[in-house]
């Protein structure tokens, strides 16, 4: 059953260039391997959005696959790493056709999913062994700089996408860089917390503490 699907979405994604990320890619890919219509549909319920979500997920899975024998190293190294490996398993066309059909309201939450699939697949992949409220921030986060970096790369008209690559770089050291790392265990040891630089729930319940500690008086006293 599973062959005969993954069957059906090669054929599928052949057509997607010409007819988009829909029913008719896939009546069309059913018809390249004799596939009946009505069998189609069971494999793919979803017309274009779960035709759109295989093809994102068996990337995940390749990219999975990848991550686990990589070598050890730096956070920031690995994930960088990562989210480009990312990017290689994915075909531009097919991915602005995925972003189409993702963008219809009737679809965004399951857009939505998808990128925090993408990044729970590289944290996890990376070894993330958290089980507290770090868990969600990091994929929360990772996922909205993997938004960022798909969008750049799908304009990306550089050799070899070499602006990808810088733009991942300046994405990942806003957020995962050593001078973010340095600020965080800085706190950390003022606030009297384990100064590992990871974003625990501690740390953010410490964080939550951070508000305006000037009270009385007013903004143009302040100001002069």
Known sequence: ??????????????HVPFEGMNDRALAAGARDIGMAADLARVHFPGGGAALAAAYHRRADAQLAEKLAGSAPG???DRIAEAIWQRLQLADP????????????PQNTALGARLMWET???????????????????KR??????????????LGDSSEGNLDTAAFIDRRID?????????????????????PDGVCSSETIRALSLLG??????SARAIRE
């Open 1 to 14: 059953m599973q062959d005969d699907r993954d069957r059906l979405l090669d054929a599928a994604l052949t």
């Open 74 to 76: 730096r956070i920031r």
């Open 93 to 104: 066309e097919l991915v602005r056709a995925r972003a189409a059909v993702m963008a219809l």
């Open 119 to 137: 990044a729970d697949t590289i944290w996890t992949g990376i070894g993330d062994s958290s089980d507290d409220v770090n868990w969600w921030t």
């Open 140 to 153: 929360a986060t990772l996922a909205s700089v993997w938004g960022a970096v798909v969008l750049y790369w």
């Open 174 to 194: 806003g957020v995962f860089g050593r001078d973010t790392e340095d600020a965080l265990k800085s706190y950390q040891l003022n606030y009297g917390l384990d």
């Open 212 to 217: 305006r500690r000037i009270t009385g008086g």
